[in-house]
T-cell receptor, first 115, second 115 residues
Framework: KQEVTQIPAALSVPEGENLVLNCSFTDSAIYNLQWFRQDPGKGLTSLLLIQSSQREQTSGRLNASLDKSSGRSTLYIAASQPGDSATYLCAVRPTSGGGADGLTFGKGTHLIIQP | EAQVTQNPRYLITVTGKKLTVTCSQNMNHEYMSWYRQDPGLGLRQIYYSMNVEVTDKGDVPEGYKVSRKEKRNFPLILESPSPNQTSLYFC??????????????FGPGTRLTVT
C-alpha cells in the first residue's frame, strides 16, 4: 500500500529565506504528484502538478521536482514571505484504475515564516 | 468561476440522525471524490466516482453512502452518523485529458460534529 511521508512535519524560518520541503513515497507506480497548500480551517489549494513523465514544474516562486525512481519530490520556495505560512501537502495518484483512484496524502509540513 | 462547492460548511448533529452533505462542480469533470481529514491521520479517501452511476469505495467507506445521478453532483450520505464520523470533509473533482489530467480541485470543506 502506498505511503507518503513529508519531512519536516513543521518548519519555522525567517522571512526571505529559500526553503525546501520534502516528500517521499513508497510505490513508484504513480500517475502524478500534486502539491497543495492548506490554510487553517480552509480547503486545499493546488500549487503544482507533476505528471510521472516530468521532472519538475515551476510557478512563480515555487518549484517542484520529481524523482519517480527514488520515490521523492521536493517543493522549493524562493524568497519566503509571511503569506507563505500554511500547511503544505504532498499527494500521489496511483497508475491503477486508469488514474481514477484517489490521492494518497502525506501528513503535511506546517510552515511558519517569521516576519 | 470554476469551483467545487459544498453545503453545509458547518454542521452539528446528533447520533443516528441521517444527513447529507452536497457537493457540486461546474467544470464538467468526470471524476469526483470524498475525503475526510483527521488530526494525525491526514486526508483519506471515502468514496470516488468515475462518472455518472459509477462509484467505488476508497480507503474508509464504512458508514457512508454516495450517489452520482448527475455529472455535476456527488452527495455524501451518512445514514446513521456516529461520533467517530466527526471530521472535516472535502469533496474533490478532476478530469481526464490534457497536460494537467487528473489534477484534483477541492471544495472548501464541511466541518461535521456528531454528538
Amino acid at each position: 500500500k502506498q505511503e507518503v511521508t513529508q519531512i519536516p512535519a513543521a518548519l519555522s524560518v525567517p522571512e526571505g529565506e529559500n526553503l525546501v520541503l520534502n516528500c517521499s513515497f513508497t510505490d513508484s507506480a504513480i500517475y502524478n504528484l500534486q502539491w497543495f497548500r492548506q490554510d487553517p480551517g480552509k480547503g486545499l489549494t493546488s500549487l503544482l502538478l507533476i505528471q510521472s513523465s516530468q521532472r519538475e514544474q515551476t510557478s512563480g516562486r515555487l518549484n517542484a521536482s520529481l524523482d519517480k525512481s527514488s520515490g521523492r519530490s521536493t517543493l522549493y520556495i524562493a524568497a519566503s514571505q509571511p503569506g507563505d505560512s500554511a500547511t503544505y501537502l504532498c499527494a500521489v495518484r496511483p497508475t491503477s484504475g486508469g488514474g481514477a483512484d484517489g490521492l494518497t496524502f502525506g501528513k503535511g509540513t506546517h510552515l511558519i515564516i517569521q516576519p | 468561476e470554476a469551483q467545487v462547492t459544498q453545503n453545509p460548511r458547518y454542521l452539528i448533529t446528533v447520533t443516528g440522525k441521517k444527513l447529507t452533505v452536497t457537493c457540486s462542480q461546474n467544470m464538467n469533470h468526470e471524476y469526483m471524490s470524498w475525503y475526510r481529514q483527521d488530526p494525525g491521520l491526514g486526508l483519506r479517501q471515502i468514496y470516488y466516482s468515475m462518472n455518472v452511476e459509477v462509484t467505488d469505495k476508497g480507503d474508509v467507506p464504512e458508514g457512508y453512502k454516495v450517489s452520482r445521478k448527475e455529472k455535476r453532483n456527488f452527495p455524501l450520505i451518512l445514514e446513521s452518523p456516529s461520533p467517530n464520523q466527526t471530521s472535516l470533509y472535502f469533496c474533490a473533482s478532476s478530469y481526464k485529458g490534457g497536460g494537467t489530467s487528473y489534477e484534483q480541485y477541492f471544495g472548501p470543506g464541511t466541518r461535521l460534529t456528531v454528538t
